[in-house]
């Protein structure tokens, strides 16, 4: 279900205040400006529609012209990766809009990982929505909390909360902080925000399945810039001595850290090679072609009696070309004109 | 104290089977019963602290009731923000046991001292700080470790401490017990350093001085009722305590003084915000920071004198 704020007095940002304007709902994918002499089209994106930028008690125009229909489908049974890298690629223009909203976020490794982020909670995970506490969901820990839009997005899109919630990332009493809190947000596994602690977290968990005899899986997402913490070799090296083969390690492995290149800060290359010296079973990807994603997280465990590592390679801001592998896009607020620039690049992605 | 919380510990795990031991590569025999009959549930993670409260807190996010073990230091500083984020913001219900309370590392000094621990951990919401001081408390708390909902940390002293507490009370987390009554002046204490506290009272009593002591084994919450009433019913107060005197027992007492209006004198006893560098053994050590009988015995005398002269 498609949830759509309040549009009562929304107007048409081209024609408003001049003539009426205003907006009417069309098959829940589009807003379409009534105004005979105007008739534009603001597609919906997750629900709320993207062409809308909140200043104050202004609408500002982000403007498109002329795109084609498409259509947000409840979601299909297994969804291909087509239908994924889609809507992961709406997810990105929604955690545009959280960020504009908020004044700020962590962006960057939000656009590294929503791709697979996607592929999870839409495809691989089991988990129920309805039921966030059942026993035999597989867990996901999300250990970069910083990067924690790419996980509320997905987290709505599988309805854990509305949609339209997400207009609360970073308001004062609202649901969704700057890093995700067990037991405030539905869905949430686990606190995160310092970083190291999500893996040793994750270890419990599949540990306490594996002594329970039980099937589910526990996936760990972290960082690259993670890796230089201590306690995740210290979690490297004790997830290969449990033997938990119902451990999987996703490294978001976008080569960037806060302040640059991970190589230069402190290099954790050769990654891939370092975990399997460290007893692991690993798989390197590339983290945005959707085919490839489905298909090694569908195929862990890849080896029995050892965890699974994979190593993502992304591209930090991965969508926005100005964004790609720019360090100062870890955490900012885009201006405006930045915004407007970066929804342009990611609509033309989705509707052209 | 160790080898009673090891016995209770199995017991627990017979009943319960939800209880895990992790252990950072410390306990050498001690909990060789554990190991033969729960194989699966005792885990030696290693020395690899933090880790093993991260994994203590997964276990315990799925359902599991974890207890960690090891060195005070290496488990409560080295790991300490595990403890903070992975166990007390998220509350989970994970047991964590130091051995080596204050100096009873005597000859290893400095590095495998815990003398700032209790400090720490009281700053942590959600978190209950528990030192008992004999082995019957001890056994007292690890039972009620696993009827109590959050985080829990037992501080424990080593080995072949003497009983101080018959059993002569009901124990419960946060209620202190009077190990001895008294109406002149009060001694708070916490640990097994509680024999010289019972000594000095010994001492008192011969000298007229009729002396209480309150063991305050849960240092954290602590029973403000039983401090209070202490210090309006005996008129004075010293707090003896193996760890430092900035933010343990003495300043929990302190604050408890201070808010509830209490005008009587107290002194606080233990380490004087130093680090007690050089070569002993446990008794050396306490020696050093005046946490003997006589000194505990001598403050009170003096404080009493004080008031005397002062009337």
């Not at chain 1, 008739?39 to 529609?49: A, D, E």
């Not at chain 1, 990766?81 to 997810?91: C, F, I, T, V």
């Not at chain 1, 982020?117 to 309805?130: E, G, I, N, T």
């Not at chain 2, 019963?33 to 933090?50: C, H, K, L, T, Y």
Request: charged share 20%; aromatic share 6%.
């Amino acid at each position: 279900m498609v949830q759509i704020p309040s549009l009562d007095g929304l107007r048409c940002p081209h024609c408003a205040p001049s003539k009426n304007g205003r907006l009417r709902l069309k098959r829940e994918t589009w807003l379409v400006c009534q105004e005979p002499s105007c008739h534009r089209k603001y597609p919906i994106c997750q629900g709320l529609p993207v062409m809308l930028v909140e200043e104050g008690e202004k609408w500002t125009n982000i403007e498109v012209v002329d795109l084609p229909p498409t259509s947000l489908q409840a979601m299909p049974a297994v969804p291909a990766p087509k239908w994924l890298a889609r809507k992961a690629g709406e997810m990105r223009i929604t955690i545009l809009q959280m960020v504009l909203r908020a004044g700020g976020g962590h962006i960057g490794g939000a656009y590294s990982i929503v791709d697979v982020m996607s592929a999870l909670y839409f495809r691989v995970l089991k988990h129920d929505p309805r039921d966030p506490t059942w026993a035999d969901r597989d867990r996901l820990v999300y250990s970069k909390g910083h990067g924690c839009l790419a996980l509320y997005v997905v987290l709505a899109g599988a309805s854990y909360f509305p949609t339209s919630r997400l207009a609360e990332f970073g308001q004062d009493g609202g649901l969704l902080g700057g890093h995700p809190e067990r037991g405030h947000i539905p869905g949430v596994e686990a606190t995160t925000g310092s970083l190291g602690h999500g893996l040793p977290l994750g270890i419990g968990m599949a540990l306490a399945a594996k002594l329970d005899g039980s099937r589910h899986r526990v996936f760990v997402v972290l960082s690259d810039g993670e890796c230089n913490e201590g306690s995740v070799w210290e979690g490297f090296m004790s997830a290969a001595q449990l033997k938990l083969d119902g451990l999987v390690a996703i490294i978001d492995s976008n080569k960037l850290e806060s302040l640059g290149r991970t190589v230069d800060i402190m290099n954790i290359e050769p990654l891939g090679e370092r975990l399997r010296a460290f007893g692991w079973s690993v798989r390197e990807i590339d983290g945005h072609r959707m085919e490839e994603i489905v298909e090694i997280l569908e195929s862990v465990p890849f080896e029995r009696g050892k965890p699974s590592a994979i190593v993502a390679h992304t591209v930090k801001g991965k969508g926005v070309s100005f964004m790609e592998g720019v360090p100062m896009w870890h955490l900012r607020g885009p201006s405006k004109d930045e915004a407007q620039k970066a929804f342009a690049e990611l609509a033309r992605s989705l509707w052209s | 104290m160790r080898d009673a919380f090891a016995a209770q510990l199995h017991d627990e795990m017979v009943a319960d089977p939800r209880i895990m031991l992790l252990t950072a590569d410390i306990g050498f025999k001690v909990f060789d019963r554990i190991v033969s009959d729960f194989p699966g549930r005792f885990i030696n993670m290693g020395v690899a602290e933090a880790n093993m409260l991260g994994v203590a807190a997964g276990l315990a996010l799925s359902g599991k009731r974890p207890v960690v073990y090891t060195i005070i230091p290496f488990l409560t500083m080295r790991a300490f923000e595990q403890i903070r984020v992975d166990v007390c913001i998220q509350k989970q219900p994970v047991t964590i046991v130091g051995v080596g309370g204050g100096v009873a590392y005597g000859t290893l000094g400095p590095t495998h001292h815990a003398i700032e621990d209790v400090a720490i951990l009281r700053a942590l919401p959600n978190m209950t700080v528990v030192v008992p001081c004999d082995p019957w408390e001890s056994r007292q708390v690890t039972r009620a470790a696993f009827r109590h909902d959050g985080p829990l940390y037992l501080r424990l002293g080593k080995n072949g401490e003497p009983t101080l507490n018959g059993g002569d009370h009901d124990f419960a987390i946060g209620r202190a017990a009077e190990l001895r009554a008294g109406h002149d002046a009060t001694i708070v204490v916490a640990g097994p350093v509680a024999k010289l506290a019972l000594e000095a009272a010994d001492r008192l009593g011969a000298a007229g001085v009729s002396t209480r002591v309150l063991d305050v084994h849960t240092v954290k919450p602590i029973d403000v009722e039983a401090v209070l009433r202490a210090a309006r019913e005996t008129g004075a107060v010293v707090s003896v305590e193996e760890h430092s005197i900035v933010g343990g027992l003495g300043s929990a007492v302190a604050e408890v003084l201070a808010e509830g209006g209490a005008a009587a004198p107290f002194r606080r006893l233990g380490l004087r915000d130093v680090y007690s560098y050089g070569v002993g053994g446990q008794d050396y050590h306490l020696r050093r920071h005046g946490l003997t009988v006589e000194a505990i015995s001598g403050v009170i005398m003096e404080m009493l004198q004080g008031q005397e002269s002062r009337r």
